[in-house]
């Protein structure tokens, strides 16, 4: 152990060696990791040492950790690029791709709209929104959280709608349709609710995106909030035609 190695925490050195590991495919994709009574033995350190190395390489995407009677810790398939700029949303991007995607309404109320997206949308506290949240699975595992806020008298009987379909498919029976988008992205931990319905950590990364959709009058008629798992996918944006494909 060089003097450099011996400065450094005994679960940087740990997560550093099974990295290289994974790296150099001596633990492959898919394949199931060493117990943690196993790098326990290899490292010969604790037990609390060996979770917190795998903590680190766990939040760089490198593991998978699985619940139920099948679970257990598996080095993690490289995740597919996504194209945010892409027509089609990220979850359609995925179907296209041949997986297996399934959409869940987790909940629609009638509320106040909150103060904050109350000054977005250009009304005041006072006006009703439909707050709807909707659960996208991608091959059995929930993969994006999305919320939508939607002033009621733009769509007065959207709740009578089956929204596990498109969400934009059924506001253009309202003519409610985008021509002008603006969104922000930011990285993120877990909220209490994601934490559940996402079943993440509350220290497991997720990719937020800020939606909001204009209509052809100038009014914003929807703000999206959405939370992308980020083990699950990595995204980009591309502009503009390769010259040189």
């Known amino acids: 152990m060089t003097s450099q190695s011996r400065k450094r925490p005994a679960y940087l050195l740990i997560s550093d060696a099974l990295r290289d590991k994974i790296e150099r495919n001596e633990l ?8 943690e009574r196993e790098l326990v033995r290899e490292f010969q350190v604790a037990r609390m040492t060996v979770r917190h190395a795998l903590d680190i390489l766990e939040v760089e995407g490198l593991l998978d950790r699985r619940r139920g009677r099948n679970g257990g810790t598996y080095v993690r398939r490289v995740p597919p690029t996504l194209s945010l700029t892409n027509k089609n949303s990220i979850v359609t991007q995925l179907r296209e791709r041949g997986h297996d995607t399934a959409v869940r ?14 000054a977005i949308l250009g009304v005041n506290e006072s006006t009703f929104a439909w707050e709807i949240k909707r659960l996208y699975s991608v091959d059995g595992k929930p993969v994006v959280l999305s919320r939508y806020t939607i002033p009621v008298n733009m769509a007065p009987d959207l709740n009578q709608h089956d929204l596990r379909e498109p969400i934009m498919d059924i506001l253009a029976g309202y003519n409610l349709k985008p021509v002008f988008k603006r969104e922000s992205m930011s990285a993120a931990t877990a909220r209490t609710e994601e934490q559940k ?38 995204v980009e944006v591309v502009l503009g035609e390769d010259p040189a494909p």
């Open 28 to 35: 492959e994709p898919g394949q199931r990791f060493p117990t």
């Open 197 to 234: 319905l996402l079943e993440v950590s509350r220290s497991h990364p997720l990719l937020r995106f800020v939606r909001l959709l204009k209509n052809e009058t100038g009014a914003v008629f929807a703000y999206i909030e959405e939370s992308l798992r980020s083990d699950i996918a990595n």
């Open 105 to 118: 309404v987790v909940s629609i109320n009638k509320a106040h709209v909150p103060k904050h997206v109350a």
